[in-house]
């Protein structure tokens, strides 16, 4: 497989030559998406994942997690496409081989017509990949502060007990401005259906632009244009769709 493309959450827009924010969501039995991750920046590497990622505070407290969740059997982490060597998994793993780990399950599983098990499980639900092009996030948490108190419920909502695990009391630390960051997508979200949390593949959202293949040309001059009209009554997209083309251009 060559490089592919994938698309904004909150747009539908091509995320090629782009940086983008990526949050990780845990797919329930009854197929609803909650996040479990803080947004996580980086350039859209042509594969369905994030390059040039800066580690943090957050990156640190999701690989730990994630490291120790697999010693104790609850996250199942087998690379079911990589020919060599399925059930590798680095102990100590980079937040770049996290990322890419749940890209496979989100590209390539049998959950969005793949022919692959899903290659991240925690505690027997599929955990997966969503991005939105920075420019959007950008914007959208800019342009909103949160009138809730209880900023990481308004976050993850059923994700929550999942990543108070994960980052403990550091949401009421040093990563409150994430935290604040990603209540303000998650209620823009909420409050613009049929937007909801899921990844590319996922049909039941606003923009299914699918995973795994290459979007021509004319295609991402018509999510453009589809953007443009779906928020043609919001200023703050509307600049943020401006940023975007001088960044892709």
């Not at 994630?66 to 020919?83: E, L, M, V």
């Not at 969503?130 to 909502?157: H, Y």
């Not at 209540?183 to 937007?195: C, G, R």
Request: aromatic share 10%; net charge negative; charged share 20%.
């Amino acid at each position: 497989m060559g490089v592919y493309d994938t698309a904004c959450l909150i747009t539908g827009v091509s995320l090629t030559n782009i940086d983008a924010t990526a949050v990780l969501l845990r797919r329930t039995a009854d197929g609803q998406y909650h996040p479990l991750s803080l947004g996580t920046y980086g350039f859209y590497d042509g594969y369905g994942c994030l390059d040039a990622i800066t580690t943090n505070r957050h990156t640190e407290a999701l690989t730990t997690f994630a490291s120790n969740a697999f010693r104790a059997g609850r996250f199942h982490a087998h690379d079911y496409t990589h020919a060599g060597d399925p059930h590798w998994f680095d102990p100590d793993i980079a937040i770049e081989s996290l990322l890419y780990l749940c890209e496979r399950t989100t590209t390539c599983s049998d959950l969005y017509g793949g022919t692959y098990p899903p290659c991240t499980v925690f505690d027997g639900d599929p955990v997966v990949m969503t991005m939105i092009a920075q420019p959007v996030w950008d914007a959208i948490t800019a342009s909103r502060r949160p009138g809730r108190r209880n900023l990481a419920a308004m976050a993850f909502g059923a994700g929550l007990p999942t990543a108070t695990e994960i980052y403990g009391h550091d949401l009421n630390g040093p990563l409150q401005e994430p935290l604040r960051q990603l209540a303000v997508i998650s209620h823009f979200i909420a409050t613009h259906p049929p937007l909801r949390w899921a990844p590319p593949g996922e049909p039941g959202q606003r923009y299914p632009r699918g995973a795994g293949r290459q979007f021509s040309a004319e295609e991402r001059r018509q999510f453009l244009v589809d953007a443009r009209r779906d928020y043609r009554a919001d200023d703050t997209i509307q600049s943020a769709l401006d940023v975007y083309i001088k960044a892709v251009d």
